[in-house]
Nanobody
């Protein structure tokens, strides 16, 4: 069974950091573009960042530039979203998604999605 699973969410104070993990089972993440999306309460889901098959990062939101970084660990079949200097506006459920492609494309046409992990930024 092909699945993605996120972990690492939680409650963090403004200015803090979190590392989200996205682990694949049943397929090899190395061959996929990985996107991170989020959905805040009462809002539509939005694309946050993406990493191409060859590790090129694309931040889709201007607000995360310089704060969010995606890295791959192919040996662990895992992709990470490192989030620094978190703001209350970053509060959302975060999802990772995979598509068998080379380059990042800013849409939601991803074949596999995780169940999401809650990130809450609050003092």
């Amino acid at each position: 069974q092909l699945q993605l699973a996120e972990s690492g969410g939680g409650l963090v104070q403004p200015g803090g950091s979190l590392r989200l993990s996205c682990v694949a089972s049943g397929f090899t993440l190395e061959n996929y573009v990985i996107g991170w999306f989020r959905q805040a309460p009462g809002k539509e889901r939005e694309g946050v960042s993406c990493v191409s098959r060859f590790g090129v990062l694309s931040n889709w939101l201007h607000s995360v530039e310089g704060r969010f970084v995606i890295t791959r660990d192919n040996a662990k079949n895992t992709v990470y979203l490192d989030m620094n200097n978190l703001h209350p506006d970053d509060t959302a459920v975060y999802y990772c998604a995979a598509r068998r492609d080379v380059f990042c494309i800013r849409d939601e046409n991803y074949a596999y999605w995780g169940q999401g992990t809650q990130v809450t930024v609050s003092s």
